[in-house]
C-alpha cells in the first residue's frame, strides 16, 4: 500500500539540489492557466502560457548550453530522443484517450470536440497552431507545437553558430539571442497589420521573444552573471512584477486591440525576465502545493481543457464545479505521470545515461 501511495513527486521536491524557484514559477504558469480555462475565473491566466515559454527557454538553453560547453558539441538526435520520450509518451497517449472519449462521451453534449479524421495530422504532427483552433479540448496544443518547433530548430542554431563562429561563439550567441527577441515583437506587429486573422497568439515565430528571454538568462546563469546580492534581486524582482502588473492595468483601462495582442504579449515576457533574474535562485521551498502542482505542469496541462468541459457540464462554474475540476485534473495528471511518463523517464535515463537531462 505504501509504494502505491508513495509519489516520487514528494522525493524529488524535497531534494536539496532541485531549483524550488523552476518548480514554483511552473505552479503558478499551470495553476493560473487552469483557473482562467475554468470559466474566466482568472481573468488574465492566459500569460502563465507566456511564463511557460521564458521558464522553457531558461532550462532547454542551460541544458544545451551547458552541453555545448563541455563538450563543445550538441548530439541532437540524442538531445531529440531525450526530448521526445519526455514529450510524446503523455501527448499523443492524451491525444489517443482524448479522441476516444470525445467520440464516447460528447458526440450528443458538445460534439465539436470531435476531431475528423482529416484533421488528425495537425494535432498529431505538431502545426496545429498555424492552423487555428475549432476543438477546445485540444486546442491548447498550441503551445506544445511551439515548444515542439523550438526543440527542433534551437539546437541546430547552435551548433551551426558554434561552427561557423566558434572563436566569436558569445558575442554571437548575445546577438543572435537579442535578434530574437527583436524578431518575435516584430513578428507580432507583422502579424496584426498583415493578415486578415490578426493572430498574433498561437504561431512559433510570434513566441521567439519570450524563448530568447529565457535563452538569455540561461547564458547569464551559465557564466555567473546573475545577480546575488539580495538589494540587487529584490530589485530585479519587484521591476519584473511591476511591469506585468502596470502591462495588465493599462490593458484594463485601455480596452485596444494592438494592446492586447501586441504589446501586452511584448511587455510581459519583459516582466517576467527580470522577475526571474531577481528570483530564480531563490530558494521558495514553503509554497509546497504549487510547488507540487509544477512538478506535474506537463500532465495537468495536457488533460485539464477535458476536466473544465465535464466539471462544468456536471456541476457548472460554480466553487464545488471547480474543487471537482481542480480534483480531477490532478487525479488524472498524477495517474498519468505515475504510470507513464515516469517509468519512460527511468528507462530513459537508464539507456542514455551519458547526454545532458
Given amino acids: 500500500m505504501k509504494k502505491i501511495l508513495h509519489l516520487r513527486a514528494v522525493e524529488r521536491l ?72 519526455k514529450i510524446w509518451p503523455s501527448y499523443y497517449f492524451f491525444l489517443v484517450i482524448g479522441l476516444i472519449i470525445a467520440n464516447v462521451f460528447f458526440w450528443k453534449i458538445d460534439p465539436s470536440q470531435i476531431i475528423p479524421p482529416q484533421e488528425w495530422p495537425r494535432y498529431f504532427l505538431y502545426y496545429r497552431n498555424y492552423t487555428g483552433g475549432s476543438h477546445w479540448m485540444f486546442d491548447h496544443v498550441w503551445s506544445l507545437c511551439v515548444e515542439e518547433h523550438f526543440y527542433t530548430l534551437f539546437p541546430l542554431l547552435l551548433i551551426f553558430a558554434k561552427k561557423i563562429f566558434n572563436n566569436h561563439f558569445n558575442k554571437i550567441f548575445t546577438w543572435v539571442m537579442g535578434s530574437g527577441v527583436l524578431l518575435g515583437i516584430l513578428a507580432k506587429i507583422g502579424m496584426f497589420y498583415f493578415t486578415k486573422s490578426q493572430d498574433t497568439y498561437a504561431a512559433t515565430h510570434n513566441r521567439i521573444d519570450a524563448l530568447s528571454l529565457g535563452i538569455i538568462l540561461a547564458w547569464l546563469d551559465m557564466n ?30 485601455l480596452k485596444n486591440s494592438f494592446y492586447s495582442k501586441v504589446v501586452i504579449h511584448s511587455i510581459v515576457p519583459w516582466g517576467i525576465f527580470l522577475l526571474l533574474l531577481g528570483s530564480i535562485k531563490n530558494n521558495i521551498k514553503s ?31 460554480t466553487l464545488i464545479g471547480m474543487l471537482f475540476y481542480l480534483l480531477l485534473s490532478f487525479g488524472t495528471a498524477i495517474l498519468v505521470t505515475s504510470l507513464l511518463e515516469e517509468p519512460i523517464l527511468e528507462w530513459r535515463n537508464k539507456v542514455l545515461p551519458n547526454s545532458f537531462n
Fill in 287 to 317: 509554497f509546497y502545493f504549487i510547488r507540487f502542482a509544477g512538478y506535474y505542469t506537463y500532465n495537468l496541462y495536457l488533460w485539464h481543457p477535458m476536466m473544465v468541459l465535464i466539471a462544468s457540464h456536471l456541476l457548472g462554474y
Fill in 14 to 85: 524535497q531534494k536539496s539540489n532541485r531549483n524550488s524557484a523552476i518548480d514554483f514559477y511552473r505552479g503558478i504558469a499551470i495553476l493560473t492557466v487552469m483557473f482562467f480555462h475554468f470559466g474566466g475565473w482568472l481573468k488574465y491566466g492566459y500569460l502563465g502560457v507566456d511564463l511557460f515559454f521564458v521558464v522553457s527557454g531558461f532550462l532547454i538553453g542551460k541544458m544545451l548550453l551547458k552541453e555545448l560547453q563541455v563538450t563543445q558539441t550538441i548530439k541532437y538526435g540524442q538531445f531529440i530522443l531525450k526530448r521526445g520520450l
Fill in 224 to 253: 555567473e552573471k546573475i545577480p546575488t546580492k539580495k538589494t540587487s534581486k529584490l530589485y530585479l524582482t519587484i521591476t519584473g512584477i511591476l511591469i506585468i502588473f502596470l502591462s495588465l492595468f493599462f490593458d484594463s483601462i
